[in-house]
C-alpha cells in the first residue's frame, strides 16, 4: 500500500500555494457575499437609496430649499386631515386583516378537507384574487360599483333594493375598499394557513381523538398551537402590505368622498405630487414607518420567545 | 519680424482657454436655420383623448424638424394616474429629461424656477395673433416674465353639453336659440336661477344634471366656476384668507340648492362618470369639452345628434366659464434651448392651431383672440354648429380657473383637494355653514405654509 501513498511533504512541495486573493476567493462566506451581491445592489438601489431619500425631503421646507428638521411632522400633528387619515389607515389595515384572517383560515380548512386529487384545482382557482394585479382586478370592482352602472345595484333592483352608493357614502365607500382588500388578500392567508395544516403531525391528531377530544379542543390544543407563528408572521406581513396599500384606494375611490377612504399612501400622493407639496408628501409617507416597526417589533419578539421555549 | 517665444504651459492655457470660448459660444449661439443648425430635441406632449390629435401633432413637429434639421423625438405621455405630471416633478428633480414638455395647468408654477423664459416668443406671437386670456397669464407668467407659452393642444373649455331635447320638453329651455350657430347669443334669460330651475325638472324627469363634486379636475373646475359666478374666493392674490364672506356664503346657499338635483352620488364622480352618465343617456346637462359628444358620436348617435355645447349661466358677479390652459415649457437645463423655442413659435402659429383644433375635432382651444374663429367649429356636428359657441368666439364669458387668483403654492393645493367640492357636499351633507367656513378656512391655512 506504502507504495502507491504519496508522501505529505512532496505533494506540498509540488503544488503551488494560493495566494490570498485566491483563498479570499474559495472561502464559503465570499461566495455566498459575491452571489448576493446583485441583490444587496439592488436593494441599496431600489430601497434605501429612495429611503434616504424621502428621509431628506421630509426635512425640507416646501419649496424644498430650506432644512426644517422635524418641523413637516409637527406641522402634520396640528391637521385635522392627518389624524382622521391615521385613524381611518388603523381601520382599514385592522379590519382587512382581521377578515382575512378569518376567511383565510376557514377556507384553508376546507380546503384541507378536500381529497388530495381535487385540492390542487381548488388551490389554483382559490389564488386567483391574489394573482391577478391589484390595480386591474380593482378596475373591475371600479365598474361593478360604478355610479351609473353598477352590476351590483342592477341586480339589487330586482329584488327592490337600492341603489346603494357604493363609493358615494363614506361608510358605504369604506366598506367597499375594505372588500376589495379583503377580496384580493384572503387567498394568501389562505395559502399559508394550508402550507401551516400540511405541516400538522398526523399523529397528534390521532392522539387528540384517542384522549376524546372534541373538535373545537382539537383545533383550540392542536391546530391553533402549531399554527401560531405562521398565522403571526402572516398577519405581520399582511398588516405591512395592507397598512401601505395604494393601489385599491387610489383606483377604487381615490380618497374620495370628503378623504374619508384615504391611507397614509393615498394622501401622501394627493399632498406630495398633485398638491405640489413633496416635503409633506414624504412626511405623510414616512409616518408610516414608526407604527409599523413597533407592530414588527411586538409579533416578532412574541415569535422569538415561542421559538426559544420549543 | 518680431518673434515671441511661448512656453509649452501657456500654449496649453490659452488654446484651452480658447476652447472653452468656443464651446461657451456655441451654447449661447441662437438658433441658426441652416443645414448646419443641426442638433437633438427632446419633446414630451400629453396623450390627447381625441383620436387622430397626436399623430397631427407629431406630424407639424416633424414637418417643422425636417425643415429645421433637428433630430426631434416625440413622447405622448398620458396623464392617466398623473404620470405626465410626475414626469414633471422627476424631471425637474434630475435637471435631466426632455427639452420641452407640455404642462398642465399648475405644473408651470411649480416648476417656474427650472424654466427657460419664453418672453421673446409670447410676446411675438401676442403681437400677431391677438392677446391671451387672464388664465393664461395666471398660469404660465410669473413677476411679469412668461415661463411658458400657452398651447393649443390639449386647452379645453369646460361649459355646458346640454341635451337639447331634453332641456325643451322637461325645462322649457331652447338652448340653440340661446346660442345660435353662426350668430351672436341672446342669453340674457341664461342665469344661475334659470340653471337650478332647469336642474330641478329635469332631475324630476329622471333625467339630473351630471355634475360632479369629486375631487378630480371636471369637479374642482364646475364648483369652481359657479364659485366665481358669485365673487367667492377663498384667498386672494396678496395672501388674505376671504371664506367668511357674503359671497362665498351665497356661493356656499347655492350649491346647497343645487346639491339637491344632482345624482346622489355625485361625491364620488370621477373625470369619467359625467361622461359616462351623458353618453349612457342617464343626464341632460353636464359641463365638459366635447369629449363626451364625440364618444355620443360612436356610441350613441341619437345621443349625439341632441348635444348642443354653450357657455355657462351668467351669476351675480358675471358669466365665467372654467378653461384649462395648458402650456408648454422649456427646462433651462435644456440643451438646445434656440430649438425649443424655434418649435414653439412653430407649433403656435394660426396654421399650426388650425390644424390641431381640426385633428382633435374642435376639442383644443387655442389661447390667442384672433383664433377663436375656426371653420371646424361653425361646420363640426352632427348637429351642425354644436361647437360653434365652444370657444367662445363672442367672448361672452369671462375665463377663470378654480381657486384664481389666488396665490398659486396655495391655489394648487385647494384645486388638487378639491377644497371647494368637498365645502359643497359638507354643507349639503348637513354640516352647518359656519362650521364648513370654519374646516375651510383651516384647511386653507394649512396649504399657507
Redesign the interface.
Known amino acids: 500500500m506504502a507504495d502507491v501513498v504519496a508522501p505529505a511533504g512532496a505533494s506540498v512541495a509540488t503544488r503551488r500555494r494560493p495566494g490570498g486573493m485566491n483563498r479570499w476567493l474559495q472561502r464559503r462566506s465570499t461566495m455566498a457575499f459575491l452571489m448576493t451581491l446583485p441583490l444587496i445592489v439592488l436593494i441599496i438601489v431600489l430601497v434605501i437609496y429612495p429611503a434616504i431619500y424621502a428621509l431628506h425631503l421630509a426635512t425640507l421646507n ?1 419649496k424644498m430649499t430650506q432644512f426644517v428638521g422635524l418641523g413637516n411632522f409637527t ?1 402634520l400633528f ?4 392627518f389624524w382622521m387619515v391615521v385613524q381611518q389607515s388603523c381601520i382599514f389595515a385592522l379590519t382587512a386583516v382581521f377578515f382575512k384572517a378569518v376567511i383565510g383560515f376557514i377556507v384553508a380548512h376546507l380546503v384541507h378537507n378536500v381529497p388530495n386529487d381535487k385540492q390542487r384545482k381548488w388551490r389554483g382557482m382559490l389564488l386567483i384574487p391574489w394573482v391577478i394585479p391589484p390595480a386591474m382586478s380593482t378596475l373591475a370592482w371600479l365598474w361593478l360599483f ?4 353598477s352590476a351590483f345595484n342592477w341586480l339589487l333592483a330586482h329584488v327592490g333594493i337600492g ?1 346603494i ?1 357604493w ?3 363614506a361608510n358605504w ?1 369604506r366598506f367597499s375598499v375594505i372588500l376589495v382588500n379583503v377580496w384580493i388578500g384572503a387567498p394568501f392567508f389562505m395559502i399559508m394557513y394550508l402550507a401551516a395544516l400540511k405541516s400538522v403531525p398526523e399523529q397528534l391528531y390521532e392522539a387528540a381523538k384517542i384522549d376524546g377530544a372534541t373538535w373545537w379542543q382539537t383545533m383550540r390544543f392542536v391546530t391553533l398551537p402549531m399554527m401560531r407563528n405562521i398565522i403571526a408572521i402572516t398577519a405581520l406581513f399582511s398588516t405591512i402590505v395592507t397598512f401601505a396599500n395604494f393601489d385599491i384606494v387610489r383606483v377604487l ?7 374619508k377612504t384615504h391611507v397614509f399612501a393615498t394622501w401622501a ?3 406630495g ?6 416635503p ?1 408628501g414624504a412626511s405623510v409617507s414616512l409616518f408610516m414607518v414608526p407604527i409599523l416597526t413597533v407592530a414588527a417589533i411586538f409579533i416578532l419578539r412574541d415569535i422569538n420567545r415561542r421559538g426559544n421555549e420549543a | 519680424m518680431m518673434t515671441r517665444r511661448i512656453s509649452r504651459r501657456r500654449f496649453i492655457a490659452q488654446t484651452g482657454a480658447g476652447a472653452a470660448a468656443a464651446a461657451t459660444a456655441n451654447i449661447a449661439a441662437p438658433f441658426v436655420h441652416t443645414a448646419h443648425a443641426a442638433g437633438s430635441l427632446n419633446v414630451g406632449m400629453w396623450d390627447h383623448w381625441v383620436p387622430g390629435a397626436n399623430a397631427a401633432t407629431e406630424k407639424l413637429i416633424k414637418d417643422w424638424a425636417e425643415k429645421e434639421k433637428v433630430d426631434v423625438k416625440v413622447d405622448f405621455i398620458t396623464s392617466q394616474g ?1 404620470k405626465l ?2 414626469t414633471a ?1 422627476a424631471e425637474g428633480q434630475a435637471k435631466s429629461g426632455h427639452d420641452v414638455l407640455f404642462m398642465g395647468s ?1 405644473m408651470v408654477s ?1 416648476q417656474a424656477e427650472l424654466l427657460e423664459p419664453v418672453d421673446d416668443v409670447v410676446n411675438d406671437l401676442v403681437k400677431e395673433n391677438g392677446d391671451v386670456s387672464d388664465v393664461a397669464k395666471y398660469m404660465a407668467r410669473f413677476k411679469g416674465v412668461w415661463k411658458a407659452v400657452p398651447s393649443t393642444f390639449g386647452s379645453q373649455m369646460k361649459g355646458p353639453a346640454s341635451r337639447i331635447d331634453l332641456l325643451k320638453k322637461h325645462a322649457g329651455i331652447d338652448v340653440q336659440a340661446l346660442y345660435p350657430a353662426g350668430a351672436p347669443p341672446k342669453s340674457d334669460s341664461w342665469t344661475y336661477d334659470a340653471f337650478l330651475k332647469a336642474a330641478e325638472a329635469c332631475h324630476k324627469a329622471g333625467v339630473p344634471f351630471g355634475i360632479g363634486l ?3 379636475a371636471d369637479s374642482v373646475d364646475s364648483i369652481g366656476a359657479i364659485f366665481s359666478a358669485f365673487g367667492a374666493i377663498l384667498i386672494d392674490e396678496n395672501e388674505k384668507i376671504t371664506i367668511k364672506s357674503d359671497s362665498v356664503r351665497q356661493a356656499l346657499d347655492y350649491c346647497k340648492r343645487l346639491y339637491a338635483f344632482l ?8 373625470d369619467a ?1 359625467n361622461n ?2 351623458f353618453v ?1 343617456g ?1 343626464a341632460s346637462l353636464i359641463l365638459n369639452p366635447p369629449s363626451a359628444w364625440a364618444v355620443a358620436l360612436r356610441d350613441a348617435p341619437n345621443i349625439a345628434e341632441q348635444t348642443w355645447h354653450h357657455p355657462m349661466p351668467k351669476g351675480p358677479k358675471g358669466r365665467y366659464a372654467s378653461f384649462l390652459q395648458q402650456n408648454l415649457a422649456i427646462w433651462s437645463f435644456s440643451k438646445n434651448k434656440s430649438a425649443g423655442k424655434s418649435l414653439l413659435r412653430h407649433i403656435s402659429s394660426r396654421a399650426s392651431a388650425e390644424a390641431m383644433v381640426s385633428a382633435s375635432k374642435g376639442y383644443d382651444i387655442p389661447p390667442f383672440a384672433k383664433f377663436k374663429t375656426f371653420g371646424t367649429w361653425a361646420d363640426i356636428g352632427p348637429p351642425k354648429g354644436t361647437l360653434y359657441h365652444y370657444p367662445d368666439p363672442h367672448q361672452d364669458q369671462i375665463l377663470a380657473v378654480a381657486a384664481m387668483p389666488s396665490p398659486h ?1 396655495v391655489a ?2 385647494i384645486y ?2 378639491g377644497t371647494m367640492s ?1 365645502m359643497v ?2 354643507h349639503a351633507q348637513g354640516e352647518a355653514m359656519e362650521k364648513t367656513l370654519a ?1 375651510a378656512e ?2 386653507v391655512e ?2 399657507m ?1
Not at chain 1, 273 to 278: Q, V
Not at chain 2, 263 to 270: E, I, M, V
Open positions: 416646501k406641522f396640528t391637521r385635522e386631515t360604478d355610479p351609473s352602472h341603489p352608493p363609493i358615494g357614502d365607500a375611490t381615490r380618497g374620495d368622498p370628503l378623504d400622493f394627493r399632498v405630487i398633485e398638491g405640489g407639496d413633496i409633506l | 398623473q405630471n410626475l416633478v399648475w411649480r369629486g375631487t378630480t345624482p346622489p352620488d355625485a361625491p364620488s364622480w370621477d362618470s359616462k352618465a349612457a342617464q403654492a394648487a393645493q388638487a383637494q368637498k357636499v359638507r374646516w383651516s384647511e394649512g396649504f405654509r
